[in-house]
T-cell receptor, first 113, second 111 residues
Framework: GAGVSQSPRYKVAKRGQDVALRCDPI?????LFWYQQALGQGPEFLTY????????KSGLPSDRFFAERPEGSVSTLKIQRTQQEDSAVYLC???????????FGQGTRLTVV | GIQVEQSPPDLILQEGANSTLRCNFS?????LQWFHQNPWGQLINLFY???GTKQNGRLSATTVATERYSLLYISSSQTTDSGVYFC?????????????FGTGTQLKVEL
């Protein structure tokens, strides 16, 4: 596609519910990143994929967070047993290679009630 | 980890005014990007500028990597320039180009 596409744009989850957030990167982009942006803050790194390999998951805040990219294109970020502190905007970015310019999607705004 | 500081944190301009936003970072980096986050939350790429100077219309940017800072210049500001401007520095490791963002500059351009 023309840009990075994320869905859903908005998600309201009850505390304890599992959620899945989808990212469609720019076609042909090898690298894919997930970031979390709290209100009034800059985005913070969660995890990185090169093709289907998850090479860095150092930013995932707990073992309730899980990401996958099984075929090296679409990626899913899953949050199990959501908590209120998980409320944030989740941003996906892709780049053509690991050291190239990154392009971001519009994000998914998650609200846990 | 790398610290990224942006100044000023907030800025109000009259339409037509010029401004300079600054980004300081604490360690050597491989690259640097400037983004504009519009009121709908979209991060729009402005510049990919590891070093040197680039210009795009009313915007230009300069990065002096040896002195660990970058500047974003906005000339003849317009109301559509309003939003948050982020500087993000990239460090390439086995885990790819991990971007560390600053806390941003909130810009409001008034008529």
């Amino acid at each position: 596609g023309a840009g990075v596409s994320q869905s859903p744009r908005y998600k309201v989850a009850k505390r304890g519910q599992d959620v899945a957030l989808r990212c469609d990167p720019i076609s042909g982009h090898v690298s894919l990143f997930w970031y979390q942006q709290a209100l009034g803050q800059g985005p913070e790194f969660l995890t990185y994929f090169q093709n289907e390999a998850q090479l860095d998951k150092s930013g995932l805040p707990s073992d309730r967070f899980f990401a996958e990219r099984p075929e090296g294109s679409v990626s899913t970020l899953k949050i199990q047993r959501t908590q209120q502190e998980d409320s944030a905007v989740y941003l996906c970015a892709s780049s053509i290679d690991r050291d190239a310019e990154a392009f971001f999607g519009q994000g998914t705004r998650l609200t846990v009630v | 980890g790398i610290q990224v500081e942006q100044s000023p944190p907030d800025l109000i301009l009259q339409e037509g005014a010029n401004s300079t936003l600054r980004c300081n970072f604490s360690d050597s980096v491989n690259n640097l990007q400037w983004f504009h986050q519009n009121p709908w939350g979209q991060l729009i790429n402005l510049f990919y500028i590891p070093s040197g100077t680039k210009q795009n219309g009313r915007l230009s940017a300069t990065t002096v990597a040896t002195e660990r800072y970058s500047l974003l210049y906005i000339s003849s500001s317009q109301t559509t320039d309003s939003g948050v401007y982020f500087c993000a520095v990239g460090l390439i490791t086995g885990g790819g180009n991990k971007l560390t963002f600053g806390t941003g500059t909130q810009l409001k351009v008034e008529l």
